[in-house]
């Protein structure tokens, strides 16, 4: 049974940063696609962040890109989430979500089997 289990949230002052990660196990974590998701309250999921599982290819919702850096260490079984320059609208709770078969449905809920618990962010103005 694959499990995800984020960590690295927090309180911070807007223009500050975070990192986030996320430990996976219970697969070969190697082969899947990982992505970060968040949700803030009272609206859906959305995505943030993938990377493939040769870690080669990176994407960004238009939102984070240029602040937000995605990165995994396959040895390690961890994903990360580094997040600089945070504005009051990045807080969310962030989630991780795993996708064995990298079918390429990256910015979609629907497009990873397995999900973490979440990690709450939030960025005081």
């Known amino acids: 049974q694959v499990r995800l289990v984020e960590s690295g949230g927090g309180l911070v002052q807007a223009g500050g940063s975070l990192r986030l990660s996320c430990a996976a196990s219970?697969?070969?974590?190697?082969?899947?696609?990982m992505g970060w998701f968040r949700q803030a309250p009272g609206k859906e999921r959305e995505f943030v962040a993938v990377v493939r599982w040769r870690g080669g290819y990176m994407h960004y919702a238009d939102s984070v890109k240029g602040r937000f850096t995605i990165s995994r260490d396959n040895t390690k079984n961890t994903m990360y989430l580094q997040m600089n320059s945070l504005k009051a609208e990045d807080t969310a709770v962030y989630y991780c979500?795993?996708?064995?078969?990298?079918?390429?449905?990256?910015?979609?809920?629907?497009?990873?089997?397995?999900w973490g618990q979440g990690t709450q962010v939030t960025v005081s103005s």
């Open positions: 979500a795993a996708d064995p078969r990298d079918r390429g449905l990256w910015t979609l809920v629907t497009g990873y089997d397995y």
């Open positions: 219970g697969g070969p974590f190697s082969t899947y696609a």
